[in-house]
């Protein structure tokens, strides 16, 4: 039984980026820095792993800010390829 | 061309020096496939031959046909012969369409009766002319199998339009550029039906189990393998070409069927420009086989060997490469276009005897952090490529960088 405190657990979701839509514009990173940080050309590096309790209303501020709509919250398994 | 005693199958047959094999002479030669598929059960078969997809991945040929097969509702799907090589260095899809067009619509027949699909495209590169020809020809002749459902289509140019997402997208709307998943071209593919997307060499594989069975596949094979494949062996060798080999052959056996010896080969490519460098002399003994060779963090991808001779520079070799796969981005996703244009650039600077301070920390640095960033695996097979170099040149990068001399030529450029 996973005994971490409610705001640790996993919440089976993680953040996901459509790479095509993705342009760059760098607004997701500040909504939610632990999760999502920046490389050199403005592009979000997403931290591996399953979003926690207490990171799912930044990762969620984070969805909103993209002017793109590339970036979205999915179960842990859905851009499985085959 | 054959290794000891003669393992062809898909090339048994007449010469490849001479036209695409017939109608009439491949029926002489094989049988016609039986009428409907009940008589065997092509996908059982399939699964119990272990052959893998010849397209690159290699993912079991038997498994992905059954996902299709056994999938819900009552929709019509469609089978995609991907014959878009465009891979520079390999050459086996274009030889093997060239010259057996009719073992690949054979198989592609079987996989349409497997799966319940009733559209057929033959995909093919359009710069490998005699392969197109061939099954352009090939197709006319077996109108009678094919009725209507069949059409050929000409892949677009580039490095990309192989990737099953891109063959999808080129087959509906002309650009041969991928797209992102979800949706798997398995749930929507061609015309938004279920869509298998099946290599070449792998339907003319299931052409031949579908008359002699999963037991005579395994009959072929060395070392614990089972079974046989196509391969590229080209770079430095007298005998460049295509070849049929049991898998398990040791890679110098193969160079050298083909010419080359250890004393004089620096490195070997192993699985396409997406594959794996490695030291002649450690990849010598090793046998060719999918699973052998992921065991050993190297590739069999779509079975190119490429000699690189003792008198060439890596550093500039990986240049070469890193270049080409940099332009081949499809420039749809930012890591990919951006990332794989800097480590090329850093790569190319230190190649040609001008480093700058940091070149070859900023690659470091670019490979892990571009993995996994794109829509299709480019980047990854890209960056998978500059490891694999860093790993067996990793003194010449050195040296590149430090003094701007190339260990092997003793000149600014990596080149004689």
Known sequence: ?82 | MTLGHDTRRLLAGPTLDGDPERYPAHIARLGALRAGAADRDIIGSLEASGLLGRGGAGFPVGRKWRALADRGGKSSAVVVANGAEGEPASHKDRILMAHRPHLVIDGAILAAEAIGADEIVFYVGREHEAALSAMKSAIAERKADLGRRAKLVQAPLGYVAGEATAVVNAINTGKGKPTTVPPRVSERGVGKKPTLVQNVESLAYAALIARYGDAWYRTAGRLGSKGTALVTVSGAVKDAGVWEIELGTPVGEVAEEAGATVARTRAVLLGGYFGTWANASDAWALPMDPATMKSAGLAFGCGLLWLLPTASCGVWATAQIMEYLADASAAQCGPCLFGLRAIADANTRLAAGRPTAGDLALIERLIPQTVGRGACHHPDGAVQLMASALHVFGEDFAHHARTGVCLVTSTPTGVR
């Open chain 1, 1 to 82: 039984m996973d005994r971490r405190p409610k705001e640790l657990k996993p919440t089976g979701l993680k953040l996901r980026i459509d790479w095509i839509l993705c342009d760059g514009y760098s607004l997701c990173s500040p909504e939610a820095p632990d999760v999502i940080d920046l490389d050199e050309w403005g592009y979000p590096i997403i931290r591996p792993g399953p979003i926690a309790e207490c990171e799912l209303k930044d990762a969620k501020r984070a969805v909103g800010a993209c002017p793109m709509s590339a970036l979205s919250l999915v179960p842990l398994d859905f851009d499985k390829r085959s």
